[in-house]
């Protein structure tokens, strides 16, 4: 029962590298999001997805890019590295668009550093 | 834009207590309130949700109430373990399907 995964768990990245973060779930969930959660601000979101095909910016999409080929994969793209994307990323699932009366499903978080 | 505080940042109690977590938010037009766990070095984990038409629900020594009116949910915890230590975060989701706000947390530590 794996629920949602992420990798990698740890990454430290140079200023200008990019890199993907992966997610995947196992639960047939139409929608997934990402998240960071940064010390003394919460979690805030990045990118949506209500269905494989549809993606929608967040919060803070600036700097990531992300896409949704399949229902499980939802996969999140650091374009051009820079120290202020370092955060802890979470990837989350649920059942319907939102979230709406359902609850929704966190991976363990991929811990990003760039230098 | 929708605000989500959650008050105390840290709290310390004994092992026993019963205690109560705040978590208050700018905009009543919520779907649902969740409270989350969260772990050092962990992910979330879904406590418990409360729809906007509810008032409280409860799971085992947990219960949250929400009053949307005012804007306030609080989670209950009774008899405190030291195993209920973690940081519990409050969300709500309102406006368009992909408005989860969160707060930004009660870190609980229970002493032995």
Not at chain 1, 46 to 53: C, L, Q, R, T
Not at chain 1, 72 to 96: G, H, I, K, N
Request: charged share 15%.
């Amino acid at each position: 029962n794996a629920g949602v995964t992420q990798t990698p768990k740890f990454q430290v990245l140079k200023t200008g590298q990019s890199m993907t973060l992966q997610c995947a779930q196992d639960m047939n969930h139409e929608y997934m999001s990402w998240y960071r959660q940064d010390p003394g601000m919460g979690l805030r979101l990045i990118h949506y997805s209500v269905g494989a095909g549809i993606t929608d910016q967040g919060e803070v999409p600036n700097g990531y890019n992300v896409s949704r080929s399949t229902t499980e994969d939802f996969p999140l793209r650091l374009l051009s590295a820079a120290p202020s994307q370092t955060s802890v990323y979470f990837c989350a699932s649920s059942p319907s668009t939102g979230g709406k009366g359902n609850t929704i499903y966190f991976g363990e978080g991929s811990w990003l550093t760039v230098v | 834009k929708q605000e989500v505080t959650q008050i105390p940042a840290a709290l310390s109690v004994p092992e026993g207590e019963n205690l109560v977590l705040n978590c208050s938010f700018t905009d009543s037009a919520i779907y649902n309130l969740q409270w989350f766990r969260q772990d050092p070095g962990k992910g979330l984990t879904s406590l418990l949700l409360i729809q906007s038409s509810q008032r409280e629900q409860t799971s085992g020594r947990l219960n949250a109430s929400l009053d949307k009116s005012s804007g306030r949910s609080t989670l209950y915890i009774a008899a405190s373990q030291p195993g209920d230590s973690a940081t519990y975060l409050c969300a709500v989701v309102g406006g368009t399907a992909s408005k989860l706000t969160f707060g930004t947390g009660t870190r609980l530590q229970v002493t032995l």
